[in-house]
């Protein structure tokens, strides 16, 4: 069986380092899906548009699709409810269809916003209950991917930070650029957060993937995967200024709920099932940020 995966999103942080991480195994071969960040070997496609998505599906017939496209900063999906739901849930439903009709495996990429955070820490097999419209708009797009095939996997992952292409990419590391200029930050010392790096995962979906061929009726339903440190975004600011031996003076703490579109307290995910399957790993935080960091940093 010839091993073909298709990356959507694959300009994203998340979906670039996925995308990478199958590059790396030449016994995939690999295409990824960006539209206006399309640049390189990546195509360009429009996957909130029915046509496009059937044409690049049937035509590269991978036999695994990562569908890592979306629009995941909450605050924007509460003011682009259409734009979202294309994006969330019609491409979702298009990539799923045309995924079928091929015999592809679809593993929809999710996240621990799913939960309302009140009872950590989360089985794959718990009830989900999205306190934001992000949330909501994710789950129904898991539903989708479940319904459109029982075949069809979920991977739910938390708050993620990588390789960048600029600090604002990521909601972790775009606090750094007050941390340099050593202005006041105040920080949410509120939710607990699990910051996980994103070649970390990338690396747990390659093997999953391998898992998945060699073994179908093993890899289906929902997976979690996720860093084991709690921090909220006070201790990542703190971390990222120790990290370099800045000083932590001007960063404070606020212990008060998070402005803007609801957030979960503490969504801690149990990652059980995908730890009996793939051998993955977890880069210690402060070992990581300070690599993505390093490029960016200024004294």
């Known amino acids: 069986m010839t091993k073909r995966v298709l990356v959507t999103g694959a300009s994203g942080l998340f979906g670039r380092a996925i995308y990478k991480e199958f590059l790396r195994d030449d ?38 699709i990562i569908h890592s496209a979306a629009e995941r900063k909450p605050d924007a999906v509460e003011n682009d409810p259409e734009g979202t739901k294309n994006l969330n849930l019609s491409a979702t439903e298009y990539i799923c269809q045309a995924a079928k009709s091929i015999g592809a495996w679809v593993l929809y ?14 089985e ?21 991917a479940l319904q459109a095939s029982s ?13 960048i292409e600029y600090l604002s990419e990521s ?10 200029a050593g202005s006041e930050l105040i920080a949410s010392d509120y939710e607990k957060r699990y910051p996980t790096h994103c070649g970390d995962i990338a690396d747990a979906i390659r093997q999953l993937a391998d898992k998945r061929l060699q073994n179908p009726e093993k890899v289906c339903g929902v997976f979690h995967w996720s860093s084991k440190e709690e921090m909220t975004k006070y201790d990542m600011s703190v971390a990222m200024a120790s990290a370099f031996s800045l000083s932590t003076e001007n960063i404070k703490p606020d212990r008060s709920p998070s402005k803007g579109a609801p957030r979960p307290y ?19 935080f402060s070992e990581g940020i300070k690599a993505v960091l390093q490029p960016y940093f200024k004294k």
């Not at 999710?110 to 820490?121: A, I, L, Q």
């Not at 306190?131 to 898991?142: A, F, P, R, V």
């Not at 075949?151 to 390789?163: A, E």
Request: net charge neutral; hydrophobic share 35%; proline share 6%.
């Open 151 to 163: 075949d069809n996997s979920v991977l739910r992952v938390p708050i993620l930070y990588g390789d």
């Open 124 to 144: 794959e097999d718990a009830k989900p209950n999205p306190l934001n419209k992000y949330g909501q708009s994710k789950l129904d797009g898991e539903k989708i």
């Open 171 to 180: 909601a972790v590391t775009v606090l750094f650029e007050k941390i340099m």
């Open 27 to 64: 016994s995939w071969e690999t295409l990824g899906l960006a539209f206006s960040r399309a640049k390189d070997k990546l195509k360009k496609v429009d996957i909130t548009d029915e046509s496009q998505v059937k044409e690049v599906i049937n035509s590269f017939k991978p036999s695994v």
């Open 109 to 122: 990429i999710s996240t621990d916003y799913v939960f309302d955070g009140t009872f950590p820490p989360y």
């Open 266 to 284: 503490n969504t801690h995910l149990s990652c059980k099932r995908m730890e009996a399957l793939v051998s993955g790993r977890r880069t210690p």
